[in-house]
């Protein structure tokens, strides 16, 4: 990992997020935390590493793109060549919806994710989970309350299957191995929600589900009716978890970003007076135990019917360096 950053006390929070789950699940599906926080490095030989902070002006940009990302960020560089404020520009790519953010060199003051304080527990086989999550967080949640004997359906259309699926270590089947950990316990739905009908397949899950968790951007689940007015109208006790990049207060909040983007913005990317690129992104299994544990308190009605864990309030755990 030289070269490359990461949080000292990365392995202590997940540990520390593991023993809420545990009591909370009565069940100690977790084993060892540090296979969940340090999966690129546990799963994967030589695991691709995010790329360095981009010059930009009188700063810097992270520019964390998808694979379906490189011609718009060619087309926008044209655009916004002139402008020489990384903020100015992070803001302009937002609205072609590129996961662009700009390095802050003093840390956002956000408090930490609410993950209640729940004493009792909860047997996750009586649940019934609706996964719409892709890549890591959303899915380690999800995985976690799987292996703990909770009914999770995934969501995946084979028109746009999850980003992980064919990421490092796959050999062109689709089954790269951190998406396989992450989904290994899951039942797969081939729905595509843009074509969802009333009464069709995914509304009949929703009415007998316990619990939806969605890490589209707050933009997309409006577009696609994934909202708490919509799904409770369809079940009135269903509990919704959503998980953003950015908390829903904050100027970013419909952001698109990736955890290197929301490191980059956290102000935790920045060390005398240098960008700092994290060995991979470390904060995408700490919301997804955060998560998790949100999860199992909605379960007991010990947390809102409707929660929302973000990756930037996930970088208010660690310390900022000096």
């Not at 060390?271 to 690129?277: A, F």
Request: proline share 7%; with cysteine; aromatic share 8%.
């Amino acid at each position: 990992m030289n070269g490359y950053w990461l949080p000292e006390n990365l392995n202590d929070r997940g540990s520390e997020l593991a023993a809420i789950i545990t009591k909370r699940m009565n069940n100690d599906v977790i084993d060892a935390v540090e296979k969940w926080v340090e999966m690129p490095e546990r799963l994967i030989d030589n695991p691709t590493r995010p790329d360095p902070a981009t010059s930009w002006g009188d700063g810097f940009l992270c520019v964390d793109l998808g694979p379906e990302d490189g011609a718009t960020w060619g087309r926008f560089k044209d655009v916004v060549e002139g402008d020489e404020d990384p903020e100015s520009v992070a803001r302009r790519a937002q609205v072609w919806r590129l996961p662009v953010t700009p390095y802050r060199k003093n840390p956002v003051l956000l408090a930490p994710n609410e993950v209640g304080d729940s004493t009792d527990f909860v047997e996750p086989r009586t649940l019934k989970i609706i996964d719409l999550t892709s890549m890591w967080a959303g899915p380690l949640c999800t995985e976690l309350l799987a292996r703990a004997g909770a009914s999770v359906i995934k969501i995946e259309p084979s028109s746009r299957p999850d980003g992980l699926r064919y990421g490092d270590g796959d050999d062109g089947s689709g089954n790269a191995p951190m998406f396989v950990e992450l989904n290994r316990s899951k039942e797969f739905a081939d729905i595509d929600l843009r074509y969802c009908s009333e009464g069709g397949e995914f509304h009949q899950l929703v009415r007998s589900a316990d619990l939806v968790v969605t890490s589209l951007s707050p933009r997309a689940n409006e577009n696609l009716g994934i909202t708490c007015e919509k799904l409770t109208s369809i079940n009135p006790d269903i509990a919704v978890l959503s998980i953003t990049a950015f908390a829903s207060h904050s100027p970013e909040s419909d952001w698109v970003a990736y955890g290197t983007g929301v490191h980059a913005a956290s102000g935790l990317g920045w060390h005398v007076g240098e960008p700092l690129t994290p060995a991979f992104s470390y904060l995408d299994p700490i919301a997804g135990l955060e998560a998790c544990a949100v999860a199992l308190s909605q379960a007991m009605r010990d947390a809102p019917q409707f929660c929302r864990i973000s990756l930037d309030r996930s970088a208010a755990a660690f310390k900022g360096l000096s």
